[in-house]
């Protein structure tokens, strides 16, 4: 079945660094991908999206490519904040599926230290 | 986007006992989804709550133990009976956005003693 790999965390980096959470997926067909954002007390937030091949999601100054040779939608920020701290999950959304069965990635929580 | 509302927050029940999990909605939705995040793991559907039709529970999952309700389009209840430590997660409802993405609501944390 479809499934989400997520770089383990956490991950704690210091204010202006650069950040990259790696995400892998195993799916059948041309996923949607997703990555979702969860900050402190808060719901899950869509951060942001690519629904084919190549498809650049940006928001936030965050960014991911859709890369189908390699499978992969990682997430990146050339230069984090400390308000940027959450965890962070990678998703997908199947072909026949939809929003009914999103997988997720198992999160990974970022520190960002001032 | 939605609002949705989910109550409790957080909860801390004795084993054996069983928690009711709300879930409103500011606009009619056909279709809610409860999920479940385990600690340190992923996010995984329970089921699907359609309104005036029994819940789609996924495999792993069943109406005994997660009875879910769904009286009209903004409204939905979780119910996790007979807890045990095992049941310790976050129970999150959402809502479809598009055919693709789902809208969260800020989750309910259960520890169960």
């Known amino acids: 079945g479809d499934s989400v790999t997520q770089m383990e965390g956490p991950v704690t980096l210091s204010e202006e660094a650069f950040l990259t959470i790696n995400c892998t997926y195993t799916?059948?067909?041309?996923?949607?991908l997703f990555w979702y954002v969860q900050y402190p007390g808060e719901g899950l937030q869509l951060l942001l999206k690519a629904t084919k091949a190549d498809d650049k999601g940006s928001n936030k100054g965050f960014e991911a490519t859709y890369r189908k040779e390699t499978t992969s939608f990682h997430l990146e920020k050339g230069s984090v904040q400390v308000s940027d701290s959450a965890v962070y999950f990678c998703a997908l959304a199947g072909l026949h599926a939809g929003a009914q069965k999103l997988v997720f990635g198992q999160g990974t929580r970022l520190t960002i230290n001032p | 986007s939605a609002v949705i509302s989910q109550k409790p927050s957080r909860d801390i029940c004795q084993r054996g006992t069983s928690l009711t999990i709300q879930c409103q909605v500011d606009?009619?939705?056909?279709?809610m989804f409860w999920y479940r995040q385990q600690p340190g793991q992923s996010l995984t559907l329970i089921a699907t709550?359609?309104?005036?039709?029994?819940?789609?529970?996924e495999s792993g999952f069943v109406i005994d133990k997660f009875p879910i309700s769904r009286p009209n389009l903004t409204f939905s209840t979780l119910t996790v009976s007979n807890m045990s430590p095992e049941d310790s997660s976050i129970y999150l409802c959402?809502?479809?956005?598009?055919?693709?993405?789902?809208?969260f609501g800020q989750g309910t944390r259960l520890t169960v003693v």
């Open positions: 959402s809502v479809p956005l598009t055919n693709t993405e789902a809208f």
């Open positions: 606009s009619q939705v056909t279709m």
């Open positions: 709550a359609n309104q005036g039709s029994e819940a789609t529970y």
């Open positions: 799916a059948t067909g041309y996923p949607s």
